[in-house]
């Protein structure tokens, strides 16, 4: 059986945080309160599901907020699309 790459991001993220949840306001309190290593997974399934404003809108606060935000402001800049995206880290480098 295949999965395609949003489905295998939530399957993933629901590993991460220990949880059965999809939604994505849960798992990322989850992530923000007990599994940071959801962040990433996270925010890759939130840009494969069109709703990286909605989980920029949850990270308002958060220790994360301004990665998510300059991932997403140099993403969208670079118009690659996420399959060429090889890092996280290439969007979120200081010049």
């Known amino acids: 059986m295949s999965t ?3 489905g295998f991001l939530t ?8 949880s059965n949840t999809t939604s994505l306001k849960q ?5 923000d309160s007990e599994f940071p290593r959801a962040y990433e997974p996270l925010l890759l399934l939130a840009v494969c599901s069109g709703r990286e404003a ?4 949850q990270a308002q606060g958060s220790s994360v907020f301004s990665v998510y935000s300059k991932f997403l402001e140099n993403w969208k800049k670079s118009e690659m699309s996420l399959e060429e995206v090889s890092s996280l880290q290439y969007f979120v480098r200081k010049p």
Do not use: D, G, P
């Open 4 to 6: 395609s790459f949003q």
């Open 11 to 18: 399957k993933y993220c629901k590993e991460l945080t220990s």
């Open 27 to 31: 798992l990322f309190n989850l992530a």
């Open 54 to 57: 909605y989980l920029l809108k």
